[in-house]
């Protein structure tokens, strides 16, 4: 194994992670809500009157950080060496994944953590070897 030392960016990546940690948990604080993806994208899927607004906000946050970003910094180059056969199984497999374990890695990962929830340490543990297990296969069974 060897270490990308053009990409290695433990700096940026720490900054990044107090970022995402201080914005969680202001939102619970002020929200009493898990900034979950899933379960807030979810939410507009089968919609409650008073409870769109937000969620909303939060998706067009996502959307449009990156074209913010973009104004002060150019954005990283994206390269995706699969097909697009493989992305649609990939989004297919995350999103059955994340209805089974009630949540997604933001949910459970970053929020669930953090409160010591067991349910989410469990889903994170699962998460983390279905990662090292779908590799596994992919670079040494199958290619």
């Known amino acids: 194994m060897t270490i990308d030392w053009a990409n290695f960016t433990p700096w940026s990546s720490l900054a990044?992670?107090?970022?995402?940690?201080?914005?969680?948990?202001?939102?619970?604080?002020?929200?009493?809500?898990?900034?979950?993806?899933?379960?807030?994208?979810?939410?507009?899927?089968q919609p409650i009157k008073g409870d769109i607004g937000w969620r909303v906000a939060f998706i067009t946050g996502l959307i449009f950080s990156p074209i913010t970003f973009s104004i002060a910094a150019p954005l990283p180059e994206v390269q995706i060496n699969v097909g697009t056969a493989s992305l649609i199984m990939a989004g297919l497999l995350v999103g059955i994944g994340t209805r089974y374990g009630s949540g997604c890695t933001s949910g459970h990962g970053v929020c669930g953590l953090s409160r010591?929830?067991?349910?989410?340490?469990?889903?994170?543990?699962?998460?983390?070897?279905?990662?090292?297990v779908t590799v596994f296969i992919t670079r040494h069974l199958i290619g």
């Open 16 to 45: 990044g992670g107090i970022v995402i940690g201080l914005a969680t948990a202001i939102f619970l604080l002020l929200n009493g809500r898990i900034a979950g993806i899933s379960g807030i994208l979810g939410g507009l899927l």
């Open 116 to 132: 010591l929830s067991p349910r989410s340490m469990v889903a994170t543990a699962l998460f983390i070897l279905a990662g090292f």
